[in-house]
């Protein structure tokens, strides 16, 4: 699948599922920028991103900063041109109960998931190839199934896919598709160092997932690489799990995997 001369711009793009993406599209072709809040992660993801030899940047912001955002957007576009895929996929996780969370802690979730998310597609907004372009979130399947330990998670991840579908209707008559992928359990990835810390919660949720494994962040990137690519071009307003079954049992997964661990500490 080629991507060659496209602009493709990955908010959260420097480690996990978001810097698999940013591989993947950059071994396609595309040119590519990736925002990150560490800037020792940000240098890391643009060596690993020139190695495909088509060009990439970074930029050093937080998603909740609009400005910051916004600024790096302008600079990856007065160097390369409009965006053609942009990806936002910035995020911070982990256990706890409602009755334990703090206001702070949950604030935090949402201004990163949700905040952060709006950010993005409103900066980019001016940004975009019209038409042509295309615009993919990531969510969770926590957005759609209410899950113990998570409700700072479901919350903001709700917010995201109500973000993708109304954008999704204003933007389609421009000719911008805009969608999610909801990842499931993934390995190698700072959501399940977070999500499942010690063996016993691992091998609990991996007995939960219908096809009985993580998945992995290939597996990730190559869907992105299609339902960003023009045999998609009918595809808009989807949010579309990616988690080898693990949605549909409900909260019952997560929940279970961390009960059978002994609950959260």
Known sequence: MSYQGKVVFVAGGTSGINLGMAEAFAACGARVGVLSRSEKKVESAVAALNVHGSGAMGFASDVRDYEAVASALSRTVDTWGPIDVLISGAAGNFLSLASQLSPNAFKAVIDIDLLGTFNVLRAAYQHLRKPGAVVLNVTAPQAWIPT????????????????????????????????????????????????????????????????????????????????????????????????????????????????TAGGVG
């Open 148 to 259: 113990a330990f998570q409700v700072h998670a479901c919350a903001a991840k709700a917010g995201v896919d109500q973000v993708t579908r109304t954008c999704a209707l204003e933007w389609g008559p421009e000719g911008v598709r805009v969608n999610a992928i909801a990842p499931g359990p993934i390995a190698d990835t700072e959501g399940m160092r977070r999500l499942a810390p010690d063996p016993a919660i691992a091998n609990a949720l991996i007995a939960s997932v219908p096809c009985r494994r993580y998945g992995r962040v290939d597996e990730i990137a190559r869907v992105a690489l299609w339902l960003c690519s023009s045999d998609a071009s009918y595809i808009t307003g989807v949010v579309l799990p990616v988690d080898g079954g693990w949605s549909l049992a409900g909260s019952a997964g997560l929940t279970q995997a961390v009960v």
